[in-house]
């Protein structure tokens, strides 16, 4: 998509996200709920907000292995500036920076790290789907996530068959990549054999249980950790509902709603998730919209620091981090 296109789709997502968090909401009693808040669960719901990245990172450096030997490759650093990418830049810059850094270190080329990034999505996709459908048995009414779940479910069901069928075809799949890259010119060969390299060997990868079933534990811990972190938001604002069952809902819906384009730090669109998942428990719009803007702060917080933390340990400027983004973002 062009990248016009995507900035003007981005800015009218943010505005009707903005326009649906703000509605119904009394500024005053948003400050009240706010200033209420009981500080002694903003430690826990911090901690899950680290305690997700150091997983996400752990799940990364699994499929990143099965490209080859590590070493001292900073695969928790590229994770936490990955984040701060995505909350600073537009168009989820950090995407794209994640594997910029790792491929600083040399051991693994940032096309094919790119490739990683993508198995990655594909396994939060997968848990998506698990836990929409968790969401459809612990909130009935929550038809947002039954809508999602039936149509995760047959997208999953069509890749997980493109993956078998990927796996069992990699030796003739590289072929075809190699001759399609010997008619491209040499940056570009380079980039396609690479990621196509990536994505194969990362397949292959997962084909061996010893692999599989670490990522799996991983990606659902990633996914639980978040559960907990908005529970604990919820136990903040003293919100009246059932926890588990909220916590489920949350996470799905705004994980719906970050994933679509927005601006940088998912304003509005966190927000309107958050406050759409509570609207199903009869939580009134003002204290939606204040436990969104709360969980945000908490995580905004945690990820800029951890981001910064790490960019001073790799010995990197923000001006690096952004151009890295505009290179690997052109190339």
Known sequence: MNRTIQIVVSVL??????????????????????????????????????????LRAVRWK???????????????????????????????????????????AGRISTPAAFATVGLER??????????????????????????????IVVFLGVALLAVVVIIRSAGWLEARLDAIADRLPAF????????????????????????????????????????????????????????VPLGFAVTVAVAVAVSLPSAPGFIGVFWAGSKAALALFGVPDTMGF???????IVQLVVIVALGLWS???????????RNAASTSEAA
């Open 62 to 104: 699994l499929l990143l292995g099965t490209l080859g030997p590590l070493g001292d490759t900073p695969v928790f650093h590229a994770t936490n500036i990955g984040f701060l990418g995505n909350m600073v830049l537009p168009l989820r810059a950090g995407e794209v920076i994640k594997p910029v850094v790792v491929g600083r």
């Open 188 to 243: 570009a060969a380079r980039i396609v054999r690479e990621i196509g390299r990536g994505v194969l060997h990362g397949l292959r990868g997962l084909s061996d249980f010893r692999v599989l079933l670490p990522v799996i534990v991983y990606s659902a811990l990633v996914w639980l950790v978040a559960v907990a972190g908005f529970v604990a938001g919820a136990l903040a604002l003293e919100i009246d509902a059932p926890l």
């Open 13 to 54: 997502i943010t505005v009707g996200a903005l326009w649906y968090s703000l509605s119904g909401v009394q500024l005053g009693s948003f400050l009240e709920d706010l200033g209420q808040a009981r500080l002694v669960w903003l430690v826990p719901m911090a901690a899950c907000a680290v305690l997700a990245l150091w």
């Open 311 to 321: 960019m001073s340990r790799l010995h990197l400027s923000f001006g690096d981090v």
């Open 122 to 151: 594909f396994c939060d996709l997968v848990m998506l789907g698990a836990f929409a459908v968790l969401t459809v048995f612990l909130v009935p009414q929550a038809d947002f996530a039954r809508a999602w779940a039936n149509s």
């Open 290 to 296: 204040t436990y969104g803007v709360l969980n945000w």
